[in-house]
């Protein structure tokens, strides 16, 4: 079993090398559910499928280490015969979800801001480079490597700067009881309650509005959040797992409009108020993230943006030719284009993913 391991590996190693010789991009994909986001993937497939497995699993430590090929479903299956769970809440987007790309997708559920962000349950991740080379960073433990986590930006990274081996990550326990009210508010309202609620020693573990409608989530003890729904009233609704994983695969009926002109996903601070842009919005995570379908000027929804101190991006559909990110700004860019000249020097991991010039 070891030997056929060291085999796959080794081929990857061969990919690599074969790849930085003749200048030919890779496309590093797993089950190929988040293929659409960014820009248009490039490059000869490289599947990381085969090299899959859970390498340990510590229930007592809070830890679990899989290869980059091993299904999303799996570990989780796993972690939930232990009372466990991903706590980010990662999407699936499809069956054949791994964890390599969850990784690298780098994107978070409805939990994310009550028990942070997935970079922030990465321990350690292993990579192989450009060259070939199998890197090692972090460990079961937080470690910084030459001043950078690096196992940490490797997430969100989009494969650009190599081959995620496997990752070592932190898991939680399953909360003892749940449950999720919903309340009529104008969208202004539901911002600012949100943000009261956030203040304050309540079992919040998802917030979400639309179309008038604001539902919460509350997790913990049993004791916690039964004294939690009597404080905030509301109207306790009985599809509720349904309803956060609709908004966690994007399934819920806001998604499915015509995304003609795109889905934008706007990252703000939680305290913004209603945004002037026209279209229809879903609002998440106390009221950092804002899902938008609208016809406006893909620059002035930047602006808008902006000027409230966060960033939007062309999450899904639309025109990828104005650029599906924001731009880096000068100092943060050019540390971004010294990161893939140490790990990716040939430029061969799945360039223009990111940024179309990058």
């Not at 690599?16 to 248009?40: E, F």
């Not at 859970?54 to 232990?82: F, M, N, Q």
């Not at 987007?93 to 790309?101: E, K, N, S």
């Not at 140490?342 to 940024?355: C, E, L, Q, S, T």
């Amino acid at each position: 079993m070891e030997t056929a391991v060291e085999e796959i590996v080794q081929s990857f190693r061969e990919r690599i090398l074969d790849a930085g010789k003749n200048a030919t991009p890779l496309l590093i994909q797993g089950g190929g559910t988040k293929q659409w986001y960014g820009h248009d993937a490039q490059g000869t497939l490289l599947d990381t499928r085969a090299y899959s497995g859970i390498l340990a699993y510590d229930p007592t430590e809070l830890v679990i280490t899989a290869r980059c090929g091993t299904p999303l479903a799996e570990i989780e299956a796993v972690l939930s015969e232990k009372n466990q769970m991903l706590a980010f809440e990662p999407p699936h987007w499809g069956d054949a979800a791994t964890i390599g790309g969850t990784i690298a997708a780098g994107l978070s559920g409805p939990r994310r801001p009550y028990v942070g962000a997935v970079r922030d349950f990465v321990l350690g991740a292993t990579l192989m480079d450009g060259k070939g080379q199998t890197l090692a960073f972090g460990g079961q433990v937080m470690k910084n490597v030459a001043g950078y986590d690096v196992s940490r930006l490797l997430t969100g990274s989009m494969g650009t700067l190599g081959l995620i081996l496997d990752v070592s990550v932190k898991v939680l326990p399953r909360p003892f009881s749940e449950t999720s009210l919903v309340f009529a508010l104008s969208e202004a309202d539901a911002i600012r309650r949100m943000n009261e609620w956030a203040g304050q020693a309540l079992p919040i573990s998802a917030c979400a509005w639309h179309v008038g409608r604001m539902t919460v989530r509350l997790s913990g003890a049993e004791a916690a959040v039964r004294a939690a729904k009597l404080k905030l009233g509301g109207e306790e609704i009985s599809d509720a797992s349904a309803f956060w994983s609709s908004l966690r695969e994007q399934t819920h009926d806001f998604f499915s409009q015509d995304d003609k002109h795109g889905l934008w996903r706007l990252s703000v601070p939680s305290t913004t108020g209603p945004l002037r842009l026209t279209g229809k919005s879903l609002i998440e995570w106390g009221g950092a993230q804002r899902w938008l379908f609208s016809d406006e000027n893909p620059d002035i929804i930047r602006l808008s943006a902006t000027a409230a101190g966060g960033h939007a991006s062309l999450f899904r559909g639309g025109d990828k030719q104005i650029g599906v990110f924001s731009r880096l700004s000068a100092p943060v860019e050019k540390i971004h284009r010294h990161l893939k000249e140490a790990f990716d020097p040939a430029g061969i991991f799945n360039p223009g993913r990111m940024y179309k010039d990058f």
